[in-house]
T-cell receptor, first 114, second 115 residues
Framework: DSGVTQTPKHLITATGQRVTLRCSPR?????VYWYQQSLDQGLQFLIQ???????AKGNILERFSAQQFPDLHSELNLSSLELGDSALYFC?????????????FGQGTRLTVV | AQSVAQPEDQVNVAEGNPLTVKCTYS??????LFWYVQYPNRGLQFLLKYITGDNLVKGSYGFEAEFNKSQTSFHLKKPSALVSDSALYFCAVRERAYNTDKLIFGTGTRLQVFP
């Protein structure tokens, strides 16, 4: 168990809908990262938060947004969903912005858009 | 920009034989390199990292990795493969840019260990 909790584990929704994925980082970890894993594109970095502030954005669509709350949990909001958004979404956390520390990953949320 | 490459989509090895999963990197400055493993329907699990020091890094589950600066490589190795090692392996590098330290992953290598 990595200590990173993601809910829900599975989500099936229709095109055009909006969903929220939730991540609780390891206790005390300030950095949260979101990644998308699809079959044809590997692990793509979406966004990073550190202690409530956005730090970096990757290839995140404008239909997607995220935030990190004062209790350090994070939510990834996906709207106007398309079939191509079906993927595994991972959250990871690190203690702080340290390049020599490993990140710990949750078990992911599998999103299926039908 | 930092990047890593995993040239093999799949590696097949017989149980008991040594295994190698390849990774090469391209970074400016010192590299901070990681290996993760993903079992089916699971998240990524940290295996080992190279920050500085010895070129041979030991990690979890009997895995080790060899850092080679001249060849810009960080290959994952295990002396004797187990069927249970079959999984997807990712090499990663920490981005070194203003305000972020995100991990950048390779495309992954599927390891299949046959009995």
């Amino acid at each position: 168990d990595s200590g990173v909790t993601q809910t829900p584990k599975h989500l099936i929704t229709a095109t055009g809908q909006r969903v929220t994925l939730r991540c609780s980082p390891r206790s005390g970890d300030l950095s949260v990262y979101w990644y998308q894993q699809s079959l044809d594109q590997g692990l793509q970095f979406l966004i990073q938060y550190y202690n409530g502030e956005e730090r970096a954005k990757g290839n995140i669509l404008e239909r997607f947004s995220a935030q990190q709350f004062p209790d350090l949990h994070s939510e990834l909001n996906l709207s106007s969903l398309e079939l191509g958004d079906s993927a595994l979404y991972f959250c990871a956390s690190s203690p702080q912005t340290g390049i020599d520390t490993e990140a710990f990953f949750g078990q992911g949320t599998r999103l299926t858009v039908v | 920009a930092q990047s890593v490459a995993q040239p093999e989509d799949q590696v097949n090895v017989a149980e008991g034989n040594p295994l190698t999963v390849k990774c090469t990197y391209s970074v400016s400055g010192n590299p901070y390199l990681f290996w993760y493993v993903q079992y089916p329907n699971r998240g990524l699990q940290f295996l080992l990292k190279y920050i500085t020091g010895d070129n041979l890094v030991k990690g979890s589950y009997g895995f080790e990795a060899e850092f080679n600066k001249s060849q810009t490589s960080f290959h994952l190795k295990k002396p004797s493969a187990l069927v249970s090692d079959s999984a997807l392996y990712f090499c990663a590098v920490r981005e070194r840019a203003y305000n972020t330290d995100k991990l950048i992953f390779g495309t992954g290598t599927r390891l299949q260990v046959f009995p």
